[in-house]
């Protein structure tokens, strides 16, 4: 059993800042009254611990009760991504089978979805009394979440409280815990990279400053004004910053501790600029089923072992499944889920034990953790594996390359050959860029063709859907 996280944080420093949003502030004992209110108005409605709520609401101050309020009352959460279009939303609501659905906004999408409440509808309700468990069992399932699909259905991902206190722990002991830290969530809460911000919020009794989405100006300002210490991101959302910074000639001040970068490997040449503009870059390798980080770089490793993801936190196990060097990263540890629901639930996601990733990568003779890219994404030409992150990496040292995209295209003789999709921050042409890349790599790694495009496709996470690029083309 572990305790009931807000109610013992509250009872622990009520008075200490929980959340921040553009001028607002809430202490934890505002947080959990106002959690309280609405898991008691839930009760009227007819909700009973134990059922399934379906949640779809952008990131804001209102949602973060909803979740806490959710919690208190016992239920299973279903984090709907709100960037998703109706039909995977549709498939997410059929497949979960919630009793419930809330809803920020009722104009906000067609769902076919009958059983539904607005926020407002839930706060107009009285109260009725709720009998609060001071215990949680740690095998309670607290959120589902729905991987990210970059390989055919997703699947919906049971994350116990033991997955996310146990994860938050690994962080604490990798990371440290100060003070003043204070978290920077630009992330959306419906991800688990967001939702981990909160957890880590309540466990470790740690402010967040609140974004409802990223804005590269606005989060920039807020590290300058040295209020936040950390904050997560994605190789796309850190290369924004970085523009920003360069275009002003700014730096990062020394009380920003770290940005978490995740959901791929980030390209070397974001890490080193990074380091000009003082910005403490730790790599970190998570996903929906570790809920959040398994590896992450720890703070003195940071330039020494740029690119690395780092060594798996205190409770995590990480191996490399293959004959090869190069192999399938598997995981195993206390942060791991047990199961999947809807279609995938008699799927078991663990074998012996592990976690069989679908990502590939090394162990260097440190045991530092190197992500090379998906397995799904692997080029075989002529016999010799491509990467295409290894491509995109090369690319994107050009100068005038701001992001790219690199994906397999089928070829009578090869097999496959590599396709660049590019998208420019400066003038270049396509010979330039054949020019550059034979510096870069080996021959039988060069892009066949260069599509020049105005964005890459990118899930609700920002990951880059090399699966989606030729679509580019239709699309242009």
């Known amino acids: 059993m572990y305790p009931n996280l807000l109610m013992k944080r509250a009872s622990l420093t009520p008075d200490r800042v929980a959340l921040r949003f553009n001028e607002q502030e809430w202490s934890f004992a505002n947080l959990a009254e106002e959690a309280i209110d609405f898991a008691e108005k839930l009760h009227t409605k007819g909700i009973k611990k134990g059922m399934r709520l379906a949640i779809l609401a952008s990131s804001?101050?209102?949602?973060?009760?909803?979740?806490?309020?959710?919690?208190?009352?016992?239920?299973?959460?279903?984090?709907?991504?709100?960037?998703?279009?109706?039909?995977?939303?549709?498939?997410?609501?059929?497949?979960?089978?919630?009793?419930?659905?809330?809803?920020?906004?009722?104009?906000?999408?067609?769902?076919?979805?009958s059983d539904k409440y607005s926020f407002d509808e839930i706060e107009n309700a009285e109260r009725s009394f709720l009998d609060l468990e001071k215990e949680w069992p740690k095998e309670r399932t607290i959120t589902i979440m729905y991987t990210s699909g970059t390989t055919g259905r997703p699947k919906g991902v049971r994350q116990s409280l033991e997955n996310h206190v146990m994860n938050a722990t690994g962080s604490a002991l990798n990371l440290g815990i100060h003070p003043n830290d204070c978290w920077l969530c630009t992330m959306p809460l419906f991800?688990?990279?967001?939702?981990?911000?909160?957890?880590?919020?309540?466990?470790?009794?740690?402010a967040i400053n609140l974004h409802t989405k990223f804005d590269a100006e606005a989060a920039i300002q807020e590290i300058?004004?040295?209020t936040v210490t950390r904050?997560?991101?994605?190789?796309?959302?850190?290369?924004?910053?970085?523009?920003?910074l360069e275009s002003k000639n700014l730096s990062f001040p020394n009380t920003f501790q770290s940005v978490l970068v995740g959901g791929g490997p980030v390209p070397l040449n974001y890490l080193e600029r990074a380091l000009e503009r003082n910005?403490?870059?730790?790599?970190?390798y998570g996903m929906t089923e570790t809920a959040s980080q398994t590896t992450t770089l720890a703070s003195e490793d940071a330039i020494?072992?740029?690119?690395?993801?780092?060594?798996?936190?205190?409770?995590?196990?990480?191996?490399?499944?293959?004959?090869?060097?190069v192999g399938e990263i598997c995981i195993k540890g206390p942060h791991v889920t047990k199961g999947y629901v809807g279609a995938a639930e008699t799927i078991n996601p663990l074998v012996d034990g592990w976690l069989h990733t679908g990502d590939i990568g090394y162990l260097?003779?440190?045991?530092?953790?190197?992500?090379?890219?998906?397995?799904?994404?692997?080029i075989i030409s002529g016999g010799e594996n491509i990467y295409p992150a290894e491509v995109e990496q090369a690319l994107v040292k050009h100068p005038a390359v701001k992001e790219a995209g690199v994906a397999g295209r089928q070829d009578e003789k090869w097999g496959q050959v590599p396709v660049a999709f590019v998208v420019l921050k400066g003038e270049a042409s396509e010979e330039a860029l054949r020019t550059f890349m034979k510096e870069q790599l080996a021959n039988y790694k060069q892009p066949v063709d260069y599509y020049f495009v105005d964005q890459l496709p990118r899930n609700g996470s920002n990951k880059l859907m090399r699966r989606e690029l030729f679509n580019c083309i239709k699309n242009t």
């Open 364 to 378: 260097d003779e440190e045991g530092y953790l190197f992500v090379v890219d998906r397995r799904s994404d692997l």
């Open 191 to 206: 991800h688990i990279s967001g939702f981990s911000i909160l957890m880590r919020s309540v466990y470790y009794g740690m």
């Open 304 to 325: 020494r072992k740029l690119g690395s993801a780092g060594k798996p936190l205190f409770f995590a196990d990480v191996r490399i499944d293959g004959d090869e060097k």
């Open 279 to 284: 910005i403490p870059v730790l790599q970190t």
């Open 60 to 113: 804001n101050p209102k949602l973060v009760v909803v979740l806490h309020g959710c919690m208190q009352l016992g239920c299973e959460l279903v984090m709907l991504n709100e960037r998703l279009s109706e039909e995977e939303l549709n498939y997410q609501l059929a497949d979960s089978a919630p009793n419930y659905l809330l809803v920020d906004d009722h104009t906000k999408r067609n769902l076919a979805f």
């Open 224 to 226: 300058i004004s040295g």
């Open 231 to 244: 904050m997560s991101a994605v190789a796309v959302t850190l290369e924004r910053m970085l523009t920003v």
